[in-house]
């Protein structure tokens, strides 16, 4: 399989405190630090998903990108005192167990719901590309989330600048946003199945 | 779609959450539902005439606060659910110790009367009304917990809807307890425990349909 993973150097708790100071700083609106955290987290993800869902190899990079979003949706429930590992892994096994349980194939699997906590153990940075069209599902979204995501999230613009081009208010561009966000986060998981 | 334009697209933008804004959410909504449930206490059913009176009555108390100790439990626990990786440790005993404890006296009161004085203990006067009234007494925080909820992100959302019952269900018994005219540890464990049981129950299958995130 081309998918290869790189084994990292660092131990599982030196990646645990780095991602966690990027994801800090990217809660605090530090989007350079967000990007580094969301890649990183992303390689641990493909690593972690990987080696669970080795049955479904096309399915992993569906997954990671679906566990990306839940948690980009989800980081106002992160607690800063709470270790960032046990949050991600429950994120990551709730929407494995989703996964799962859409293919009805639960009492097929070995053990690959284990309480191992090593979300951060291993990285994978050679993705696949996922067979889910972004540009396809946004098409589904109505214009009022859809407009917002693809200026401001896609063409980099600003909200007030979207909010003049679009002729939606300012708090309509952030509530389309995140709404938006929401339900592609939806779509991902159900629709989008082949 | 590649991972990497889906970063892309996340870190793009306003980022920034402000710290803790989860944190509130589920006491606030139990703030704001517990005056509806008080409007139903006072359009629909009225407070117990001899309620000052009743204030003096240790059963009265134990009839208060057995069901707002469960809602104190249940809502420790649940906003424990409402986040992933939080584990729930043993908050949750706080909502079974109150129930065994009204179990234990209501045994104790059963057994130390004549059988022909049990039944009319048990059933009061108003047993018929008591389990359904609490349910309706417990709808406002029960909806309100749950609107709560789907802004969060339980992982394991029939635990997380049975905990928003319990939560409900014991503010709901607390308030029907300021109308209820039964004093009796054999009705409360019963027919309270029932009451409570209700939305406990509908939170635990409303949970994976209405919470999935």
Redesign the interface.
């Known amino acids: 399989m081309a998918r290869n993973t790189v084994g990292s150097r660092t131990t599982p708790s030196d990646a645990e405190a780095a991602l966690r100071r990027l994801f800090l700083r990217g809660l605090d609106g530090d989007a350079g630090a967000y990007r580094e955290f969301l890649q990183k987290l992303s390689a641990h993800l493909r690593a972690f998903l990987g080696k669970r869902l080795f049955g479904w190899p096309d399915e992993v990079e569906d997954l990671v990108q679906e566990c990306l979003l839940a948690m980009h949706n989800q980081r106002h429930t992160y607690q800063s005192d709470q270790p960032l590992t046990a949050w991600v892994h429950a994120i990551a096994r709730y929407k494995m167990i989703d996964l799962l349980r859409a293919k009805s194939v639960r009492e097929d699997l070995h053990d690959p719901l284990d309480d191992d906590l090593a979300v951060f153990a291993a990285s994978a940075t050679e993705a696949s590309d996922a067979k889910r069209d972004l540009g396809g599902l946004l098409q589904t979204l109505p214009e009022r989330q859809r407009l917002p995501i693809v200026h401001v999230k896609i063409e980099g613009l600003s909200v007030a600048e979207t909010a003049s081009l679009t002729g939606m208010s300012e708090s309509a561009v952030k509530v389309g946003i995140h709404r938006g966000l929401k339900a592609l986060a939806a779509k991902f998981g159900g629709g989008a199945a082949p | ?19 803790r ?3 509130g959410r589920i006491g606030l909504a139990v703030l704001a539902a517990l005056p509806v449930s008080f409007v139903i206490l006072f359009g629909e059913y009225g407070l117990r005439p001899d309620l000052v009176q009743a204030m003096f009555w240790p059963m009265f108390w134990v009839k208060v606060l057995f069901p707002l100790c469960i809602a104190a439990a249940a809502f420790v626990t649940v906003q424990r659910l ?5 584990r729930m440790r043993h908050a949750w005993w706080g909502g079974v110790l109150p129930v065994l404890g009204i179990w234990g006296l209501a045994a104790f009161v059963w057994f130390s009367v004549p059988i022909e004085e049990r039944m009319p203990l048990l059933m009061g006067q108003s047993w018929r009304i008591c389990a359904l009234s609490i349910g309706f007494m417990a709808l406002p925080v029960f909806a309100a917990t749950f609107v709560a909820l789907r802004g ?2 339980p ?1 394991r959302p029939a635990l997380a809807g049975a905990a928003a019952g319990a939560l409900a269900g014991g503010v709901g018994a607390s308030v029907y307890a300021l109308h209820c005219m039964e004093l009796t540890a054999p009705f409360l464990a019963v027919w309270y425990v029932s009451g409570i049981a209700v939305p406990v129950l509908l939170g635990a299958s409303l949970g994976p349909r209405l919470l999935r ?1």
């Open positions: 779609m590649k991972t990497d334009d889906l970063v892309n697209l996340l870190a793009t933008g306003e980022v920034a959450v402000p710290r804004s989860a944190s409402a986040r992933p990786g939080v969060l992100a992982t995130w």
